[in-house]
């Protein structure tokens, strides 16, 4: 069990004790606990199973909490988290999901409905009944209506990073079975999605076949769905993920990886071409339509290339100008993590960060980055300790201090700026002018019409000193969709002022998306890939940031941190 899933339970067993109306401290206790838990760097598995350690050595664990661990890590639930579900409907965790309401919106519809169901819930808002009841009003009942749609949307999907460490975790086993080759995943995992509904793994080799055994008997399996000859499918973890593993001969791998990599508008276009050339695309191979004689199968380049076209990027196979762009020999060139020289969007003690800077300096370090930006909060998110503008001033000079003696690695000074609710920056502008980066982005008052929102963001990219605009719409993964604005008026605006768009790597935003970056690619925008690291690990995140840029067929020209510390450093002196 990771500690992602043992803070995950916390969270939920806190909400569920705060819709019980219990103890705010103890409440407070289990999502410290949880917070704690999910940025720790070492395995709270490991620990608890090591009778040399101390589980209650870990800031803001105490005995209490540290045998709340070992019933979690035992059973994948506790006790008081079992007790609650008993209380309350067994759907009272996906109430919890729908935006607007929060555990005390759900303790007073419980307590005045008894519903138990989203679909109940759902008819409370059609018949006008929620806003009878206090702190509630119309504007509640349409935003809980269309969370509700959106969650329905959402149901049965996984972040991207829950899917990749599935998949390396399932392909480390299979792999120690003797005779298998290759594997290799395929899907929307391979495409860089940045959510999965399922997982596709294929395995080739004389034993491929002995893998499928393997596979639906492996520990996590929650419960087989299938088991063929060539194929096996099963539900793993607590979380459900459908994965689904195939055998494959050596020289159909390629039409395979093609087939089953996707996306499905992708996977017509490409038949449709090789039908009105008088062939036929399958799984199995590429054939003469007029004898099935065999024309590529063995790899996914020969398949493409027998079909007239380059072999085209996995995040690009959307059926969204990719094939076009493989005729004509003109693939756009996309940026690789290696191409990445520095992070610039990251977190420290000094706000809500779970490492120094100097940590944060040596993990980038061993990433062999060349510089980083450290960017705390500022006061706005008075939760996190956001820093005002004397401590902003005195956290410039401080880097400055540090670059002259040297850490092995350039420091830019920054901070991510919360944008108030009127489009002023958080910090007065001469607190801002001392920093070489500043990152602005919304935290609060998300729930503003389009045309607010839009007069907010034109605001604050009035103000001089703003250098980029972090995770731009907003969204959370599977938890909260985009704030709506006119993008296109926006990003106009961002490109005649040179402010730079935020690509966010973390697995929970991924934001901006692949679509609207390659939107504000064709209007002239620039980027920066950055991982909002609140703890050194948090860095590898990297990745999805890349993957994200690729489907937006961003190149390395496109963003701004694959440029040399020094000629960065001259970038972000410009203004318009």
Known sequence: MENREIAHCLW?????????????????????????????????????????????????????????????????????????????????????????????????????????????????????????????????????????AQYRQRSGRYLLSYAESMAAELMDTLAKVPGVEQITPAGSLRRGRETVGDLDLLVTGPAATAALEVFVKYPRVEEVLGRGENKASAKIGREGLQVDVRALPRESFGAAMQYFTGSKDHNVAVRTRAVKRGLKLSEYGLFRAEDEARIAGETEAGVYEALGLDWIPPELRENCGEIEAAEARRLPELI?????????????????????????????????????AITDHSKALAMANGLDEKRAVAFAKRVREINRNGLGIRIFSGLECDILKDGALDLASDALAELDIVI???????????????????????????????????????????????????????????????????????????????????????????????????????????????RGWLGPRDVMNTLPAAELAEALKKKS
């Open 336 to 372: 690789e993590v290696k191409q990445i020289r520095g992070d610039l969007h990251m977190h420290t003690t000094e706000t809500d960060g779970r490492a120094t800077l100097e940590e944060m300096a040596d993990a980038a370090r061993e990433l062999c980055y060349e510089y980083i």
């Open 12 to 148: 939920e067993t806190a909400d569920l004790m705060e819709i019980a109306g219990e103890d705010s401290f103890r409440i407070r206790s289990y999502r410290n606990a949880a917070t704690a838990i999910e940025g720790y760097p070492e395995r709270i598995l490991d620990i608890l199973n090591d009778p040399e350690r101390k589980v209650t050595d870990i800031p803001g664990i105490g005995k209490g909490l540290a045998a709340v661990l070992g019933q979690i890590a035992a059973t994948g639930s506790c006790e008081r988290r079992d007790v609650l579900l008993e209380k309350f409907p067994p759907t009272a965790l996906e109430f919890l999901k729908i935006q607007g309401l929060g555990p005390k919106g759900i303790a007073l519809i419980f307590e005045h409905y008894r519903i138990s169901t989203i679909d109940e819930l759902e008819r409370l808002c059609l018949e006008q009944k929620l806003r009878v009841l206090p702190r509630m009003g119309a504007k509640l009942e349409e935003k809980v209506l269309r969370s509700i």
């Open 440 to 550: 602005g982005s919304v935290h609060s008052h998300m729930n503003m019409e389009a045309a607010e929102m839009t007069d907010r963001l034109l605001r604050a990219l009035e103000c001089p000193q703003l250098r980029a605009l972090g995770h731009p719409t907003g969204r959370l993964l599977l938890q909260r969709d985009a704030f709506s604005f006119d993008f296109d008026r926006v990003i106009a605006e961002a490109v005649k002022r040179s402010v730079w768009l935020e690509i966010n790597a973390s697995p929970e935003r991924l934001d901006l998306n692949g679509a609207l970056a390659r939107s504000a690619k064709a209007k002239g925008a620039k980027f920066i890939v950055s991982t909002d690291s609140h703890h050194p690990r948090h860095l590898a995140f990297m990745r999805y940031g890349v993957v994200t840029a690729r």
